[in-house]
């Protein structure tokens, strides 16, 4: 693999980010739509950043990044709907896909560290 772009972890993490953007409009507190984008964006722009670091190391590094951020986002999501932001099933598919992502990242970054050398595909 040559670029971080064929990733499906950073896929769906861009995909994430795009549903996040639509449900951070609905949201009427501005401070917490903002963090919402950020949050979201940080996910797919750290698994590129560290991706183009081009060592394992470093990649690994950002992917733990990622992994907080999706955290983050989560928790994000939840305060959304606890404070009465949106609806719970509003957010409950994209909190879905913001686990099934953080469990993506947390396999990813297994892989990188159980490993020696530059992953798999890095060029």
């Not at 693999?1 to 449900?23: I, N, P, Q």
């Not at 950020?38 to 990622?66: H, K, Q, W």
């Not at 989560?74 to 686990?99: F, H, K």
Request: positive net charge.
């Amino acid at each position: 693999m040559e670029a971080f772009e064929h990733l499906e972890v950073w896929r769906r993490g861009v995909g994430l980010a795009r549903r996040v953007y639509a449900l951070a409009d609905r949201v009427p507190d501005r401070a917490l739509a903002d963090q919402l984008r950020r949050s979201s964006l940080s996910v797919p722009s750290n698994i590129a950043e560290g991706y183009e670091r081009n060592t394992r190391p470093e990649f690994a590094r950002f992917v733990r990044m990622a992994k907080g951020s999706c955290g983050e986002l989560r928790t994000q999501l939840i305060l959304a709907v606890v404070t009465g932001q949106v609806q719970e099933q509003e957010v409950a598919s994209v909190l879905d896909e913001a686990r099934q992502l953080s469990r993506m990242l947390g396999a990813l970054l297994v892989a990188l560290t159980r490993r020696s050398g530059k992953p798999t595909g890095m060029r």
